[in-house]
T-cell receptor, first 112, second 113 residues
Framework: KAGVTQTPRYLIKTRGQQVTLSCSPI?????VSWYQQTPGQGLQFLFE???????NKGNFPGRFSGRQFSNSRSEMNVSTLELGDSALYLC???????????FGQGTRLTVV | DQQVKQNSPSLSVQEGRISILNCDYT??????FLWYKKYPAEGPTFLIS?????DKNEDGRFTVFLNKSAKHLSLHIVPSQPGDSAVYFC????????????FGTGTSLTVIP
């Protein structure tokens, strides 16, 4: 069974640009969550999608948005990038969202 | 606010001995707890979970203990192996948090051969 796949693995962007990250969950999983990891901050919850609907949202500005497609694949978009957005962005999938989640390898975003 | 806290950023243990990683939480509505292990440049890997109806859960060398009155959980690894060297995160969810998991900041475990 294939794991959670995130693309791209690495990304370098300039301040002010926008970026889209992609996540393909484990087959059969309908819940996809996104997290931001920065040094010393642990994993900060961004949002969770289930059956194409955003069910839960963390405390991030509106520049961070996402969506989920009918095949459960999810994308995360960050507009008007800031230097502080440099982080590892992790996607996690689970069957229902309230059980253990399985993470992808993450996308390392660097904003210069 | 940090609802899940791991107050020890790092821990070193000799191979073969017990590793004890600690985690405290503030939200009494949390009812499901997990531990993840993370190697550099990889995503976190699920290790073990426990629900609030239990106070202990074992899986091989890994045991998680939950003390609801103290809002504290711990992960015991016995015996510790060099391959266990990684960053360990605890996470919690439940109550009015919906499906959001709150993570601690992690403890970096080094097992010395």
């Amino acid at each position: 069974k294939a794991g959670v796949t995130q693309t791209p693995r690495y990304l370098i962007k300039t301040r002010g640009q926008q970026v889209t990250l992609s996540c393909s969950p484990i087959s059969g999983h309908r819940s996809v969550s996104w997290y931001q990891q920065t040094p010393g901050q642990g994993l900060q919850f961004l949002f969770e999608y289930f059956s194409e609907t955003q069910r839960n949202k963390g405390n991030f500005p509106g520049r961070f948005s996402g969506r989920q497609f009918s095949n459960s694949r999810s994308e995360m978009n960050v507009s008007t990038l800031e230097l502080g957005d440099s982080a590892l962005y992790l996607c996690a999938s689970s069957y229902t969202g309230n059980t253990e989640a399985f993470f992808g390898q993450g996308t390392r975003l660097t904003v210069v | 606010d940090q609802q899940v806290k791991q107050n020890s950023p790092s821990l070193s243990v000799q191979e073969g001995r017990i590793s004890i990683l600690n985690c405290d939480y503030t939200n009494s509505m949390f009812d499901y707890f997990l531990w993840y292990k993370k190697y550099p440049a990889e995503g976190p890997t699920f290790l073990i979970s426990i629900s609030s109806i239990k106070d202990k859960n074992e899986d091989g060398r890994f045991t998680v203990f939950l003390n609801k009155s103290a809002k504290h959980l711990s992960l015991h690894i016995v015996p510790s192996q060099p391959g266990d060297s990684a960053v360990y995160f605890c996470a919690a969810s439940g109550g009015n948090t919906g499906n959001q998991f709150y993570f601690g900041t992690g403890t970096s475990l080094t097992v010395i051969p």
